[in-house]
Nanobody
Framework: QVRLVESGGGVVQAGGSLRLACAAS????????VAWFRQGPRKERELIAA????????TYPDSMKGRFTISRDIAEHTVLLEINALKPEDTAVYSC?????????????????WGQGTQVTVSS
């Protein structure tokens, strides 16, 4: 399995922005779909966005459209998640996950490789 490493989390004030990064240790994401999920305190894990590395096609649940942007940095072999206008309810552990797939799955159960996650805390 490819080891996934997330970075970019931290404590930020409400209204601020963050950029999270997901890197694959030792290889690229070729052939994979890479997704960002989050799990807040006492909440279920939820999909934020997913991107197909081969062509950059992405998908977002309706609830995540607007403040979240997923992208790929081909030169750095990373998948980025930009979060704008942060709210206290965005406080969660943000994790990236991969799936070797041509289509873009949206369920967490479809992804078979997960990173450790990075904590994002939004203060009011």
């Amino acid at each position: 399995q490819v080891r996934l490493v997330e970075s970019g989390g931290g404590v930020v004030q409400a209204g601020g922005s963050l950029r999270l990064a997901c890197a694959a240790s030792g290889r690229t994401f070729g052939g994979y779909v890479v997704a960002w999920f989050r799990q807040g305190p006492r909440k279920e894990r939820e999909l934020i966005a997913a991107i197909r590395w081969s062509d950059g096609e992405s998908t977002y649940p309706d609830s995540m459209k607007g403040r979240f942007t997923i992208s790929r940095d081909i030169a750095e072999h990373t998948v980025l998640l930009e979060i704008n206008a942060l709210k206290p309810e965005d406080t969660a552990v943000y994790s990236c996950a991969t799936k070797w797939s041509l289509r873009i799955p949206t369920g967490a159960d479809s992804y078979d490789n997960w990173g450790q996650g990075t904590q994002v805390t939004v203060s009011s």
